[in-house]
């Protein structure tokens, strides 16, 4: 597609239960990123997948936080036994790899929201 | 790895004046430095970004200046309007060490908001 897309725009749930986000980056990135943006804060950064190289999960901050990215294209975002920290405006955004001047392209986002 | 500090976190300029936002990074390999603008509710969107041959880049109202020397990067908005009322945020480019691929260090965002 021409950009970034991210589903759901938004999401409720109840605190306990799990979620998906999905991101399905611009055709042919080979780069996608998630961060996590809580209310008026900056860009925290969650895992970065490059092809088929072992992701960077540094950023993730707990075990119920998992990632995948199947055949090198979407990716989803899991949150297991979600809890009311956990809401937060998720973003993912794709690239060029390698050296170039390449920058990101983001999508809207999934408001999550734990009740 | 790459640090970016970004001054100040919040600006409010009256609206016709300019208004510029100042990063600093640490890595002097860092060879790109993109601006993204992010509207309430919506994605960061880049602006503007220059490379790390170039000193000075602008479009329109907006311009960005990199002193490869000092390691600091500005962003400078001219003539501001309503519109432009948004969070700003820097960011630098260059090679994790670690993991061996090129990522974006992302500032902490500046509030910028143009009164009428």
């Known amino acids: 597609g021409a950009g970034v897309s991210q589903s759901p725009s938004n999401k409720v749930t109840e605190k306990g239960k799990d979620v998906e986000l999905r991101c399905d980056p611009i055709?042919?990135?080979?780069?996608l990123y998630w961060y996590r943006q809580s209310l008026g804060q900056g860009l925290e950064f969650l895992i970065y997948?490059?092809?088929?190289?072992?992701?960077?999960k540094s950023g993730l901050p707990s075990d119920r936080f998992s990632a995948e990215r199947t055949g090198g294209s979407v990716s989803t975002l899991t949150i297991q036994r979600t809890q009311q920290e956990d809401s937060a405006v998720y973003l993912c955004?794709?690239?060029?790899?390698?050296?170039?001047?390449?920058?990101?392209?983001f999508g809207s986002g999934t408001r999550l929201t734990v009740v | 790895g790459e640090n970016v500090e970004q001054h100040p976190s919040t600006l409010s300029v009256q609206e016709g004046d300019s208004a510029v936002i100042k990063c600093t990074y640490s890595d002097s390999a860092s060879n790109y430095f993109p601006w993204y603008k992010q509207e309430l509710g919506k994605g960061p969107q880049l602006i503007i970004d220059i490379r790390s041959n170039v000193g000075e880049k602008k479009d329109q109202r907006i311009a960005v200046t990199l002193n490869k020397t000092a390691k600091h990067f500005s962003l400078h908005i001219t003539e501001t309007q309503p519109e432009d009322s948004a969070v700003y945020f820097c960011a630098a480019r260059s090679k994790d060490s670690g993991a061996g691929s090129y990522q974006l260090t992302f500032g902490k965002g500046t509030k910028l908001s143009v009164i009428p």
């Open positions: 055709s042919g990135h080979t780069a």
């Open positions: 997948f490059q092809g088929n190289s072992a992701p960077d």
């Open positions: 955004a794709s690239s060029l790899a390698g050296q170039g001047p390449y920058g990101y392209t």
